[in-house]
């Protein structure tokens, strides 16, 4: 039997004489606490005072309560199965409630809550009593989140109270089941105590940091959830937050301001103090006002992020942080951190591949063209039009006819798609890749011969054909150790469509992004006509300005609203490949798709054919167009030179002529993007004959090219793409294609010039992508699904060529 301590010493430690090697005496949590008071309080971070109840209070308490035993017991039972998990933690936590607290004990804490009540200048402190279990031989075991937490505890009576209450947690039914599940001895675990002076954020706001992206593993982030009132609605999920995402490599910039992302949350509800002892805390409605702002200003997500930056440094892992504002001093405060302990696990140099696990070849109901590597099931939903949207429900198969760009946010939410109509190229391929979600194009009659509701399988991991089974059958996943891809001379790049599919992707080993397009960031974040809100004050109708003034109401004017939002669009793609280089092609909408933006039609003309009409480069100087060019400019220039992402490259779209480019060039640097300046480098697509023919000319106004195969086969052979009547045509692998591309090659590079070529045809045809290494290509730019595969086949051919003695890319 153990004999109870006499020194207060034992039982009760100020949170300012702890560090983390005190896990096994009072718990990461505590321990923690004093960690940072100890050590971060000269760089700035502010922890509220406290003091910690140790493990070995809770065993004393236990023996002189004369209730191990009695415990024991109860436990063995559990395990027995003579009793339920329900019915064993209430007669586990009656016993330890009912018990008495050792004098000395009392006599510890009460002297301690004075000392911090008149730290504080008060009478009876209001504070945060948090529970933090440890084990004596497993000191560095995680029992977070098992336990209890009391907000708002005042006076020494219900302190003490408070702190029974937290030693019968440690058996409320889930921390039992916790230690059951990973065969932890319930009598070897002991809890101590956290007591910390409350920070009034019931009148401020609060929340959690995590120091890298909770969804994708991406270190480089850090996220910020925030909203009103104390902390526990945030932690227990009770609220939609507000999500701040900063990117952390350029936060010792003081020059910069590195938020790439704000995403209002609901916020519908706070916790504030409660109106006495029998209420502490209580659930409010907020106000109509907190719901449609943002909790925090722009200064204090830095400083946040900031202080997350420094407390992650210290720890040397990435992190789980709860903060919180006073209301009534406006101070932040840390109020506890952890390491993170999910994300941070798992590995990020892999990548699956997929295939069915099955005896038998089952039976094929559709077949098309593949998308993407992998496997996929799910209920079928056919749709003919958005119209029908409101049916699909997340996960399931997307079934219909073709998509446009008004299908993405739909596109987002399913597990698989399958179109009748389209080839490799189309719409619903593009954005399929890039999502990462597997799709079968051009299956002629999906629509007719799957049915609403049908359970099917979606196999694209088989090669060039994809391939829908009947059932939901099973498959295999595995992972593909990207350590072992060989280097290779010609950079590898890959092409992004949205932020979201930047960070999904960003543990692919390449060397930069080549193509990032601003219209998918218009279309899927923005939703309005750049005219319509650069000419916002000017609309004639009135139900259209009223709803873009409630769409941008969280901003000052419409146009803080698009330059914001399309900023931190193009910043997240460029964080997730910083530093390497991120070519970001302005708008290339053609007539047709700026329609459908709200405000579209009041802006745009119908043309017979807007493949050739007016898009790209010649929108961008035309009085029809150049105050919304205006506002992506400006877009442009917070994303390098504000938030500080200066390995953004621009490219231009669609220039058909040497005037064209010189004006577009001009028009820009009257808008603050001057090529040269502050290192900013403009590319040309090279997608119309007329590139490849004035080559050289193009390359004095442009400092590299991007060749745009799908177009530039297009206008050379004079075919539509999307023709299934003249598919068997449409090859970027012809001669007269593949004569302009080398002539491109040759010519820039003796104008020192790099070209690179985003497109599919390297992916799909092995023999072209020869043909480009071969023409001394400086990049491919790829979609991700595609990476790996091609990064193989070009090793073996730049050693082939190697021993050939042929010419690689050029340094330019």
Known sequence: MTTP??????????????????????????????????????????????????????????????????ITEEMEALKERKQSLDVTGRKVRKLIQDGKVPPKLRQAIEAAYETLSSRYGEEHADVAVRSSATAEDLPHASFAGQQESYLNVAGVNELLHTCQRCFASLFTDRAISYREHHGFDHMSVALSIGVQKMVRSDKGCSGVIFTLDTETGFRDLIVIDAAYGLGETVVRGMVTPDEYRVFKPLLDRPDKRPIVEKVLGSKMIKMIYGDGWIRRTQTVNTSFKERQAFVLHDDQILKLARWAQIIERHYGRPMDIEWAIDGNSHQLFIVQARPETVKSREKVSSIKTAKLSVKEKPKILVEGLAVGHTIRHGKVAVLKSMQDAQRFEDGQVLVTSSTDPDWVPLMKKASAIVTDHGGRTSHAAIVSRELGIPAVIGTGDATLRLYPGKEVTVDCAQGERGLIYGGLLPYEEHALDLRDLPTTKTKLLMNIASPEAAFRWWQIPCQGIGLARMEFIINNMIKIHPMAVARHDQLNDGTLALKITKMTRHYPTPRDYFVDNLAMG??????????????????????????????GTVFENEEENPMLGFRGASRYYSDAYEPGFALECAAVMKARDQIGLDNLIVMIPFCRTLEEADKVLEVMAGYGLRRGENGLKVYVMAEIPSNIILAKQFAERFDGFSIGSNDLTQLTLGVDRDSEQLAHLFDERNQAVTESIARLIQDAHEMNRPVGLCGQGPSDHPDFAEFLVRAGIDSISLNPDSVISVTERIAKLEKALERGGASGPTDA
Do not use: C
């Open 570 to 599: 193009i910043a997240q793609i460029a964080s997730s490949q910083y530093p390497n280089p991120v070519i970001v092609r302005l708008s290339d909408f053609k007539t047709n798709e700026y329609a459908k933006l709200i405000g």
């Open 5 to 70: 301590s006499d020194s207060a010493l034992t039982w009760v430690r100020s949170f300012d004489g702890l560090t983390n090697a005190d896990v096994s005496i009072v718990g990461g949590k505590n321990a923690s606490l004093g960690e940072m008071i100890g050590s971060l309080k000269s760089q700035g971070i502010a922890v509220p005072d406290g003091f910690a109840i140790t493990a070995q209070a809770y065993r004393d308490y236990l023996e002189h309560n004369h209730i191990r035993q009695a």
